[in-house]
């Protein structure tokens, strides 16, 4: 069994089969997922579990190089953005945009979060 890391298993061999530049979102559960990507859903109630939560556990076992965040959640859910940036060096596209770059999603990971604007794309880098 594994010890350390993510153990969700199909989060785990998700992650394990990404390469340089491959798009991963972390999404609330509103966010439109497109037909055709992979998506891990793991909300159980509204709420849970938080957007915050299950990104910090990702970026533990996750390089990533870039993070994309929808510029609106500034005014609508300062508290989210706050917290994503503590923790990622995030750059602001409009809403729009990240629903187009999701579709180029290698993984979508389904939160439980239902605040405003709580979805990021992270571009994946390298460990070396």
Known sequence: MKKHGMINRDIAAALAAFGHTD???IADCGLPIPKGIQCIDLSYRIGEPSFLTVLQAV???FQAEAGFIAREITEENPEVESGILEQVNAAYITHDELKKMSKEAKLIIRTGEATPYAN???RSG???
């Open 120 to 122: 990021i794309v992270l």
């Open 59 to 61: 970026l533990e076992d």
């Open 23 to 25: 798009l991963l979102v």
């Open 126 to 128: 390298v460990i070396f």
